[in-house]
């Protein structure tokens, strides 16, 4: 299974990006897909997150700002960010976690820099 991130980059405060996230090797369908981001000397926190289901959970910081979606079609999760603040710069990681199979992945990440 590979994860491959894009869309990161430098944005100016109060400015929007999208990130994606393909998912190649195995069914995208049956897994939970999450976002996360770390910042040096901290830890991985949870952004935001997407149920096979469809179902959504969003970290506080990031509610109304943030979007995440999927497209089973195309293998692919999003992650629409909005309205940044320097405290978004991250690097941002995708997840694809199967409960029942105990399977959890990782992509290499992203970097969103977040400064005028």
């Known amino acids: 299974v590979q994860l491959v991130e894009s869309g990161g980059g430098l944005v100016q405060p109060g400015g929007s990006l999208i990130l994606s996230c393909v998912l190649s090797?195995?069914?995208?369908?049956?897994?939970?897909m999450g976002w996360y981001r770390q910042v040096p000397g901290k830890s991985r926190d949870l952004v935001a997150s997407?149920?096979?289901?469809?179902?959504?959970i969003y970290t506080d910081s990031v509610k109304g700002r943030f979007t995440i979606s999927r497209d089973d079609a195309s293998n692919t999760v999003y992650l629409h960010i909005g309205n940044l603040k320097p405290e978004d710069t991250a690097v941002y990681y995708c997840n694809a976690k199967h409960t029942e199979m105990g399977l959890n992945y990782w992509g290499q990440g992203t970097q969103v820099t977040v400064s005028s």
């Open positions: 997407i149920a096979s289901g469809g179902g959504t």
């Open positions: 090797g195995s069914i995208f369908r049956t897994f939970d």
